[in-house]
């Protein structure tokens, strides 16, 4: 395989979905590689439904074979220090070469790739002077679990003077849980949220009236996924056309107005089948779900 014919973002599971309209970061992504080239290490915190997912998948997206990346979430498997390794020594053999690891490769022989991984990749990006990038998202849920096995006490992966660099993001209210040697990482202080410009590019392809477009803004204060969820609820309404005094004055309120529509919307099974994977600390092969699921 050729390094041009590389896309990266295929060898990460969950990778986040590009909106049908993506208002372009390129800016920001520019003044995020002019300070990476002097500290090496930046971290974005931002609070919550600001944009920080979208913003990191875009820089991957634009880099996309040399940015080594991993998103952390809310699901329990997404932060296991195992499926993080693994993840990212997934991607650094695509680069580097190799085997591929068998899934149940121990976590100690995954920390041991790991390192010497980066100390080669960090070879050829010196020799070749090529910049690589480690991309992480979601350090507030880097946080989650016992101590001495959360993602969040194998972090940062290593960094050299001519790469590869680390990009992260964490949500601003869990800052301060962070260990201190992270809280030495850089912040990066820039704006996401949408001007009225991104956001009548955002719902271009809605033909709603200006005038709707400008209320939604206001009342959004352009934060961005509030306005993807906005953007959702006037694609999903079924009940004639979208009136924007219907809009929810609060984001919990939108959400939960979208949770309605989806349990109705589906069969009982399917929803116990969510619940079913929102308690389980690991991914269930589709038989034993379904065994589950005739139980309850």
């Not at 944009?51 to 634009?62: C, D, E, I, M, Y």
């Not at 498997?77 to 070469?97: A, E, K, P």
């Not at 990006?125 to 006490?153: P, V």
């Not at 989806?262 to 038989?287: C, G, H, M, N, W």
Request: proline share 5%.
């Amino acid at each position: 395989m050729s390094e041009n014919s590389i896309d990266l973002a295929e060898f990460v599971s969950g990778f986040p979905q590009q909106p049908d309209v993506e208002v372009p970061r390129d800016a920001i992504i520019r003044k995020i590689i002019r300070d990476l080239g002097s500290s090496r290490q930046l971290m974005i915190a931002a609070n919550a439904y600001t944009g920080k997912t979208n913003l990191l998948a875009q820089f991957v997206r634009s880099h996309k074979d040399s940015a080594i990346s991993y998103f952390i979430n809310s699901n329990p498997w997404t932060q296991q220090q195992h499926n993080f390794l693994h993840t990212l020594c997934s991607q650094l053999r695509i680069i580097l070469g190799g085997k591929a690891f068998a899934d149940d490769i121990s976590l100690e022989m995954l920390k041991t790739v790991f390192s010497s991984q980066c100390a080669k990749l960090a070879e050829i990006a010196r020799t070749n002077k090529t910049i690589y990038y480690f991309i992480i998202d979601g350090l507030e849920w880097a946080l989650e679990g016992l101590e001495g096995e959360r993602i969040i006490d194998i972090f940062p992966p290593p960094t050299f003077p001519r790469s590869p660099f680390l990009l992260c993001s964490c949500a601003t209210n869990s800052i301060v849980s962070l260990p201190k040697h992270i809280l030495d990482i850089k912040r990066l202080d820039v704006s996401l949220d949408f001007n009225l410009s991104d956001t009548q590019y955002f719902f271009s392809n809605l033909n709603l009236p200006s005038e709707v477009v400008e209320s939604i803004h206001l009342n959004s204060q352009g934060i961005p996924e509030y306005l993807s969820i906005i953007k959702n609820d006037i694609m999903s309404n079924s009940e004639g056309q979208w009136k924007p005094d219907n809009l929810p004055t609060q984001l919990d309120q939108l959400i939960q107005r979208q949770l309605d529509k989806f349990y109705l919307s589906v069969d009982r099974q399917v929803i116990k089948a969510f619940e079913y994977l929102a308690v389980t600390s690991v991914p269930l092969p589709i038989d034993t779900l379904c065994g589950g699921l005739d139980q309850l």
